[in-house]
């Protein structure tokens, strides 16, 4: 054996027993504290019996746990993995259970409670004691992490990684560019923050389209198209169907879409890995994404990400104490908000704190793990999407107190992910990005008492919810209906249905923008077809002072901008006249023609209103951070590359829509010798990557 592997030998027995009698020892202070944990006999052992006893306790769970727990998690890989992340520790405490069974004359004991305590403190302890060990020198780190991705490299070639640098993307879902360069400024993000300071990287700001949202956005970024996505969700006439973007059959289906739409693979085609995201980007490897979690195999393609991560049980124990933490900080906020009365405020009971926990903590954990062993593996190009700050922007607000706390957990997370990549088999550039920015408001419903839906069944005289009624919009659009259809004001009108053979619109939200549509019309209404049918419903819905502007098609003037007073201005003439546009920015035209063009744009396309001075928008969904339409913060995101990048656009120009990302992010792999992103309509289906090596890097706990 030569001197460098018999170091290397000797390094990792010697972690391996300090792992081991630093687990010894936690298993005596465990027994000493824990009534019904113990490590003797009835009658009593001496100091050296009970220490024995201890070394092997913790010697056959550290056997266990590494030879066992694999295939524990493996058969649950179909279990949800909220549910997964609960079973954790029962499943940690039999491990224990058996691994007491196993010591000589029946000394260890406990009962099944108090196993699974002890059981999580020994391998959250563990593997504690094992990453300080690691990272005590960077040649141990090198090494640990190199160990990690063994079964991979070997799999591949023997030789060195390649010299051309490879690219990571990472999407911090949500985060606008203000709230960036604010979380930096304020110290929050020093990650950041010294990327910045050194000069290494550049900070952009771009445009979404008017669809605001991670479906078009990321759609775009990775597919180099998101033509024909108005929305979060709509309504298709021709398949009678509603596309969600975040559904997995309606993900694989936009996919699809994008690929014949462009003829192009994706971003990620040639040695690319997706991870957590909607779309694969043309990755052959993929876990965690949307758009393959529809189909069912041998494997579940959209958990087999899971498998990898949580086959270490000390990843599974801290995720799990992680998630647990996070649950308990949820309620605390959500509590003393109410205590509070703070403004605006929407509910967040139910399920949600689990909701948040996983969003925050597993997928998180999950993902950065995943990324990490793409690099350990060096693979060309990989785009990860990490939604953390989105998913708690929407309920606690974009600038909240909550939400800072979760932007300085992810930017715990680049530095892990920047430190690992000091030790990759190849260099790699690590770009920061996001799909859209978050605008704070309060909703519609809770200013004027009544949803969208409602707003819309009243405007075309259709029953609405009795607490609906009593509001002043309830009673204006109710008196609009009759006086349009010339009826005598008078409260026995009031279920008058004009049309009542006709099938009644269906009213879809996505964040401040509204979508209205008729399924029994084949094509997309005309201003003069909604009239006949319902003469008070635009009148009502332009004039209401939530609205800000409608997108409808005119069979006179071509499609036209409805705002309140009558304004009526076709889409030619917004340039000069901007109208109801004004307030939105001097892009806002440009992205309703684009929408315009869609073949699946709705009959009525509906914007909330939107407060210049204050950045605030009204969202027709539960929600007190929105996107989804034009206004505000939403609509900023931001491109942070290092700087031996290409400049994204020109100086004295703006990077717009997703599209125009797209192809950046491809000029930049270009730049790197990277992927040439061909399409190769043979190639097969993305595989699951359930066995990603670096799961089983510990990610530092951002969490509890």
């Known amino acids: 054996m030569g001197e460098g592997r018999w170091r290397r030998f000797a390094g990792t027995w010697w972690r391996s027993i300090a792992v081991w009698a630093v687990s010894t020892v936690t298993m005596l202070v465990l027994a000493g504290i824990l009534p019904d944990f113990q490590l003797q006999s009835d009658n009593g052992d001496s100091a050296t019996r009970i220490a024995v006893t201890a070394a092997l306790g913790a010697g056959a769970f550290g056997i266990l746990s590494a030879l066992v727990w694999p295939l524990l998690v493996r058969a649950l890989l179909l279990v949800p993995a909220l549910v997964l992340g609960l079973v954790v520790f029962f499943l940690n405490g039999g491990l224990l259970l058996f691994a007491l069974a196993l010591v000589p004359d029946g000394r260890g004991e406990a009962n099944p409670e108090t196993a699974v305590v002890v059981a999580a403190v020994m391998s959250a302890v563990a593997s504690a004691t094992g990453g300080a060990l690691a990272v005590r020198d960077d040649d141990a780190y090198r090494r640990r992490l190199y160990r990690l991705a063994d079964r991979r490299r070997r799999r591949g070639s023997a030789g060195a990684g390649p010299s051309t640098p490879g690219t990571v993307f990472l999407q911090l879902d949500g985060v606008g560019h203000d709230v960036l360069r604010d979380a930096v400024d304020q110290g929050v993000m020093p990650t950041v923050g010294a990327w910045l300071g050194a000069g290494t990287h550049r900070l952009t700001p771009w445009r979404t389209d008017w669809s605001s949202q991670t479906g078009a956005s990321q759609l775009g970024i990775l597919h180099g198209s998101n033509y024909d996505v108005p929305a979060f969700r709509w309504y298709e006439k021709d398949t009678r169907e509603i596309q969600v973007s975040n559904r997995p059959t309606s993900a694989a289906e936009l996919q699809r879409r994008a690929i014949e739409h462009t003829g192009d693979g994706g971003l990620l085609t040639l040695d690319g890995a997706s991870r957590g995201n ?97 690099m350990l593996a060096g693979r060309s190009a990989v785009y990860a999407d990490l939604v953390a700050y989105d998913e708690v922007a929407h309920h606690s607000g974009p600038v909240s107190r909550d939400a800072e706390k979760v932007l300085a957990r992810l930017d715990r997370s680049l530095a892990l992910i920047a430190k690992v990549a000091e030790h990759a088999p190849r260099p790699y550039r690590i770009v920061v990005l996001s799909d859209h920015g978050q605008s704070p408001g309060e909703t519609f419903r809770a200013r004027y008492g009544l949803g969208l839906q409602d707003l819309v069944r009243a405007g075309c005289g259709l029953p609405v919810p009795r607490r609906a009624r009593r509001t002043h919009s309830g009673a204006e659009a109710r008196a609009a209906v009759r006086a349009a259809l010339r009826r005598p004001v008078e409260e026995g009108d009031e279920k008058h249905r004009p049309a009542s053979r006709r099938s009644e ?39 209401h002072p939530g609205i800000g502007f409608l997108l409808v098609r005119s069979e006179e003037h071509g499609a036209v901008v409805l705002g309140a007073r009558g304004a009526e201005i076709p889409l030619a003439d917004l340039d000069e006249r901007p109208g109801p546009l004004a307030d939105f920015g001097a892009h806002a035209a440009d992205a309703v023609r684009r929408t315009d063009s869609f073949p699946h744009t709705a009959d009525i396309m509906v914007n909330s209103w939107y407060d210049s001075a204050e950045g605030e928008v009204l969202a027709f969904e539960e929600q007190i951070g929105s996107h989804g339409g034009l206004g505000g913060a939403q609509g900023h995101p931001f491109l942070l590359a290092p700087e031996v990048f290409s400049p994204p656009v020109a100086k004295g120009t703006e990077l717009v829509g997703a599209q125009q990302v797209h192809h950046v992010l491809r000029r930049w792999l270009r730049e790197g010798s990277g992927p040439q992103v061909p399409l190769d309509k043979s190639r097969h289906e993305p595989a699951p990557d359930a066995s990603f090596t670096a799961a089983t890097v510990t990610p530092q706990d951002n969490s509890a």
């Open 278 to 374: 909607l779309f694969s980007g043309g990755a052959e490897q993929v876990a965690l994404v949307l758009s393959v979690a529809a189909r069912r195999g041998k494997e579940n393609r959209s958990r087999a990400g899971y498998f990898a991560y949580f086959s270490d049980p000390a990843n599974a124990v801290r995720t799990a104490l992680s998630f647990v933490a996070e649950v308990g900080r949820e309620i605390g906020q959500s509590t003393r908000a109410r205590l509070t009365r703070q403004r605006p405020r929407v509910g967040r009971g139910g399920l949600y704190p689990f909701i948040r926990a996983f969003a925050t903590v597993v997928e998180r954990d999950v993902v950065v793990a995943a990324v990490i062993g793409d």
């Open 505 to 543: 619109p269906i009213v879809l939200a996505s964040g401040n923008l509204g979508l209205v549509s008729f399924p029994d019309v084949p094509h997309r209404m005309s201003k003069e077809e909604i009239d006949a049918r319902h003469p008070a419903l635009l009148t009502t819905l332009a004039n």
